[in-house]
C-alpha cells in the first residue's frame, strides 16, 4: 500500500481479554517497530523487527505481550489478559534501511486500545 | 541510560519565529531526528541531523552540537497550521529513543 496501514484503529475491550493489533507496513520495508504512546507521555518502543526476526524485544513491558512478523510483511502485536494500564494508541512503523537505526520512520495513524 | 529532554508546552504568535530545544544522552550515537505530530494523527519526519551544525529545510531548520548532546528545531514564519507537537529522537545503539514531545500552540 502507499503507507502504513494498522487495524483496528479503535479497540474497546474488558480487562482480561486477549486482543490483536495488526501492522500492514510499506512493501520493500524491511524494519518495522512498534510503539505505544500514553495521554502526555512520549513514544515508548516495544519491539523491532528486521525482517522476520526481532533483534530487539527489549521495549516489551511483560510476557504478557508478544509480536510476530510474517513474509517480511504484515505484523502482529497480541496483548494477553489485557490490564487498565495497556491503554494506550499503539504505533506500528516502518522504514526501508536495514541494520542500523538511521532511516525514517513511517508510521501508521496507530491503534488505540482502551481497557475498561 | 537514555533520556532526552524537551519543555512540555510553547505558545508563539503567527509569523514569528520559534525555537524548540533538545538535550539528550545516550548509549552511542547514530543521529537525532524530529517528528512533528499532529493530534490524533500519525508522528511524520521532519529533520534528521548526524553531523554538528544547521540543516535548513524550507520553513524548519535543524541543528546539532554532539559534544553538547543538544539540539533544536527553528521555525520561521509560522503559520496556523504549525500548532502540533514536536518530538525529539535520538538514534544509538538501540532503536529511536523519543523525547515525551513539545506542544506548541501558535496563535493570531
Known amino acids: 500500500g502507499a503507507g502504513v496501514s494498522q487495524s483496528p484503529s479503535n479497540k474497546v475491550t474488558e480487562k482480561g481479554k486477549d486482543v490483536e493489533l495488526r501492522c500492514d507496513p510499506i512493501s520493500g520495508h524491511t524494519a518495522l517497530y512498534w510503539y505505544r504512546q500514553s495521554l502526555g507521555q512520549g513514544l515508548e518502543f516495544l519491539i523491532y523487527f528486521q525482517g522476520n526476526s526481532a533483534p530487539d524485544k527489549s521495549g516489551l513491558p511483560s510476557d504478557r505481550f508478544s509480536a510476530e512478523r510474517t513474509g517480511g510483511s504484515v505484523s502482529t502485536l497480541t496483548i494477553q489478559r489485557t490490564q487498565q494500564e495497556d491503554s494506550a494508541v499503539y504505533l506500528c512503523?516502518?522504514?526501508?534501511?536495514?541494520?542500523?537505526?538511521?532511516?525514517?520512520?513511517?508510521f501508521g495513524e496507530g491503534s488505540r486500545l482502551t481497557v475498561l | 541510560g537514555q533520556n532526552i529532554d524537551q519543555p512540555t508546552e510553547m505558545t508563539a504568535t503567527e509569523g514569528a519565529i520559534v525555537q524548540i530545544n533538545c538535550t539528550y544522552q545516550?548509549?552511542?550515537?547514530?543521529?537525532l531526528f524530529w517528528y512533528q505530530q499532529h493530534a490524533g494523527e500519525a508522528p511524520t519526519f521532519l529533520s534528521y541531523n548526524v553531523l554538528d551544525g544547521l540543516e535548513e529545510k524550507g520553513r524548519f531548520s535543524s541543528f546539532l552540537s554532539r559534544s553538547k548532546g543538544y539540539s533544536y528545531l527553528l521555525l520561521k514564519e509560522l503559520q496556523m497550521k504549525d500548532s502540533a507537537s514536536y518530538l525529539c529522537a535520538v538514534s544509538g545503539n538501540t532503536p529511536l529513543v523519543f523525547g515525551k514531545g513539545t506542544r506548541l500552540s501558535v496563535i493570531a
Open positions: 512503523a516502518s522504514s526501508p534501511r536495514a541494520g542500523a537505526h538511521t532511516g525514517e520512520l513511517f
Open positions: 545516550t548509549s552511542g550515537f547514530n543521529g
